[in-house]
């Protein structure tokens, strides 16, 4: 079984950062591709940011030049630096791994949501 569990979500004002943090642990063989997503009232799971263990990174075009982010593999974690932060990114955010529990077996994995709330 693995566990992703986020951290980081808060009330800011608008202009203002955060730094989510997400750790994956359980029977962990490998943690592959990682990632954040959101989703907002309303609206539809979108990705925010992907890496991959090789550190490849894709942001979606709202988040360019204001997220950033970055992973420690030997911990199994993923971060995401968010500045400039605007009312619209107001959400759930999701972390996301593929993780390997077996040599070449593996499967998708969801944290349970932190909010990120920026005022305006």
């Known amino acids: 079984q693995v566990q992703l569990v986020e951290s980081g979500g808060d009330l800011v004002q608008a202009g203002g950062s955060l730094r989510l943090s997400c750790a994956a642990s359980g029977t962990i063989f490998r943690v592959n591709a990682m990632g954040w997503y959101r989703q907002a009232p309303g609206k539809q799971r979108e990705l925010v940011a992907s890496i991959t263990s090789g550190g490849s990174t894709n942001y979606a075009d709202s988040v360019k030049g204001r997220f950033t982010i970055s992973r420690d593999n030997a911990k199994n974690t993923v971060f995401l630096q968010m500045n400039s932060l605007k009312p619209e990114d107001t959400a759930v955010y999701y972390c996301?791994?593929?993780?390997?529990?077996?040599?070449?077996?593996?499967?998708?994995?969801w944290g349970q949501g932190t909010q990120v709330t920026v005022s305006s």
């Open positions: 996301n791994a593929y993780v390997w529990y077996r040599s070449f077996v593996g499967n998708d994995f």
